[in-house]
C-alpha cells in the first residue's frame, strides 16, 4: 500500500505514546479532538442529533459519528478493540527488596510471555488518583529491569528456562535500602503531585523500547502492544477519515475497551455496559423508542478486531496446515467451530465485500485441532448486544511479548478497510 509507511510510523508514534491503557485513551482523545470530535461527560446531559464525539470511561473509549441523515432506526457500524497488553501491575506497598537492591512487588496482569521482559529497561506508566478525587497520568521512562540469572549460574537455562512468578518475576529499579526508599514518592515525583494525597493507583511495566521498521526491504514492524493498539490505532484512524469525507451513511462508532486480557469483566471492560449504554443515549438523543432501538441494532453490524497469529516458520506444526496466514497478506478473518470467535457466513461474505470495496485483501486464520485458540470481545459484544460480529485482526508474531512482530503493510490494510466500514461501504 502506498500509504503503508506513513501509517506504520503513525501507528509507532501511537504506542509510544500509550504505555498503559489510559495513555492509550488520553492520546486518543486527543487526536480526536483536533479532528473536531467533542468529548462528552457521562454525568451530563446530552444534546441529541448529528456531530462527532468522544465519551473516556477509565482506560476505555468509545467515539461515535452521527451523520446529518441520521434517525431513530439508523444502524451502527461498531469497530471494536481493547487498549491493554499482558504486562505486570504494581502491587500495593510496591517498594520491595532485598540484599543492597530496591525492588517493585508487581503481579503479572494476563498472560505475558514471561522471558520476553527479561533484561529489557522498562518503565511504569498508568494513573495516580489523589485523595480529593482527581486523576494523573504517569509515565516515568527508563526505570526498572527484570535481570536474567547469568548462564554460569544455571548450566541447563538453554534447556528449557522456568520462571517462577512469585519469585523471579521483581524488577530492579535501584540500590539501597528498601526501608528508605519510595517508589510510590519516586512516581508521585514524575506526576508532579504531593505522595501524601495519593489514595490509589493503577500503574503498569511498559518496555521503553521505540518501535522501529526492519527487515530487507523494511517489510516488518517490531512494537510493544500491538496486541491490540494496532486495531485501536487502524479504528481510530478510520473514524476520523470516514468523519472527514463527510458521506451520510450508518453511525460509525470506535469502542476500544479495557481489561480485554483478564476477561473483560470490569465497568470498562466489554462484558460490563459500556458500549450498551453509549448505543442507547446515541438513540435517545435521536428520538428512539424501544422498537425502533431494537430495529436500528438488528441492523447493525460490530467489527471485533484483535490482533491474531500468523504462520511461524519454526513452528509450522502449531498451526492448522490449511490455512498458513503470513505477514503483509492483509488482516485475518478469524473463525472458530466453538465460538471463541463470532464469525459466521454471513459475517464472512460481509467482511469478503467491504474487503472487495476497500481493495484489501484478507485471509483466514482457524486454529490447529489440538491448539485451542484464545477468544475476544467478540463473542461478549454479540451475546450482550445481539447484534452480528466477525472476528478479524492483524497477523503476528511473538504474540503477547514484551516486544511483538507484524508486517509493515497489514494495520494500514486493517484501517482502510476499516474507514470503509465506517462509510457503510459494500
Not at 470530535?37 to 456531530?51: K, T
Not at 521498521?213 to 491490540?228: P, T
Request: charged share 20%.
Amino acid at each position: 500500500m502506498s500509504t503503508a509507511p506513513a501509517h506504520i510510523q503513525d501507528l509507532g508514534a501511537y504506542v509510544s505514546a500509550s504505555p498503559s491503557s489510559f495513555h492509550a485513551v488520553a492520546e486518543a482523545g486527543r487526536r480526536l479532538a483536533a479532528a473536531g470530535f467533542r468529548r462528552l461527560e457521562e454525568q451530563d446531559a446530552w444534546e441529541g442529533g448529528a456531530g462527532r464525539f468522544f465519551v473516556l470511561r477509565d482506560g476505555a473509549l468509545i467515539a461515535w459519528t452521527v451523520p446529518s441523515s441520521a434517525g431513530p432506526t439508523t444502524a451502527f457500524n461498531i469497530l471494536g478493540a481493547h487498549t491493554d497488553s499482558p504486562s505486570f501491575k504494581l502491587k500495593p506497598r510496591p517498594t520491595t527488596g532485598k540484599l543492597g537492591w530496591l525492588q517493585a512487588g508487581v503481579e503479572v496482569y494476563g498472560g505475558p510471555l514471561l522471558n520476553s521482559w527479561l533484561d529489557r529497561e522498562l518503565a511504569l506508566a498508568g494513573r495516580l488518583t489523589l485523595l480529593d478525587g482527581t486523576e494523573h497520568l504517569v509515565a516515568t521512562g527508563p526505570l526498572l529491569r527484570f535481570p536474567q540469572l547469568a548462564v554460569h549460574l544455571d548450566r541447563a537455562v538453554n534447556d528449557g528456562l522456568a520462571l517462577d512468578k512469585q519469585r523471579h518475576m521483581n524488577p530492579v529499579w535501584g540500590l539501597g535500602d528498601p526501608a528508605a526508599a519510595d517508589l510510590l514518592g519516586l512516581l508521585a515525583a514524575h506526576a508532579d503531585v504531593d505522595p501524601r494525597a495519593i489514595g490509589g493507583f493503577d500503574v503498569v511495566v511498559a518496555d521503553t523500547q521505540e518501535p522501529r521498521v526492519f527487515g530487507s526491504r523494511g517489510e516488518f514492524f517490531a512494537s510493544g502492544r500491538l496486541d491490540n493498539l494496532s486495531s485501536v490505532h487502524a479504528g481510530l484512524t478510520a473514524i476520523i477519515d470516514a468523519a472527514d469525507g463527510g458521506v451520510d451513511g450508518p453511525i460509525a462508532v470506535l469502542a476500544a475497551f479495557d481489561h480485554e486480557e483478564v476477561g473483560s469483566g470490569s465497568r470498562s471492560g466489554a462484558s460490563g455496559p459500556f458500549l450498551e449504554d453509549m448505543l442507547l443515549r446515541i438513540s435517545l438523543g435521536l428520538g428512539a423508542g424501544t422498537e425502533e432501538r431494537l430495529r436500528a441494532l438488528a441492523s447493525s453490524f460490530c467489527v471485533s478486531a484483535d490482533a491474531g497469529h500468523a504462520v511461524h516458520p519454526n513452528y509450522a506444526e502449531r498451526h492448522d496446515p490449511a490455512n498458513l496466514p503470513v505477514l503483509n497478506g492483509g488482516p485475518l478473518l478469524k473463525i472458530n467451530a466453538n465460538q471463541r470467535y463470532t464469525t459466521d457466513a454471513p459475517g464472512a461474505a460481509y467482511w469478503a465485500a467491504l474487503c472487495s470495496a476497500a481493495g484489501v485483501p484478507y485471509q483466514e486464520f482457524v486454529s490447529n485441532n489440538v491448539m485451542p485458540c484464545g477468544s475476544t470481545i467478540g463473542p461478549l459484544t454479540a451475546t450482550r448486544l445481539g447484534i452480528r460480529t466477525v472476528d478479524v485482526g492483524t497477523p503476528l508474531l511473538s504474540m503477547h511479548s514484551a516486544r511483538e512482530l507484524c508486517g509493515v503493510e497489514d494495520p494500514g490494510h486493517l484501517a482502510a478497510v476499516t474507514t470503509a466500514f465506517f462509510r457503510g461501504d459494500r
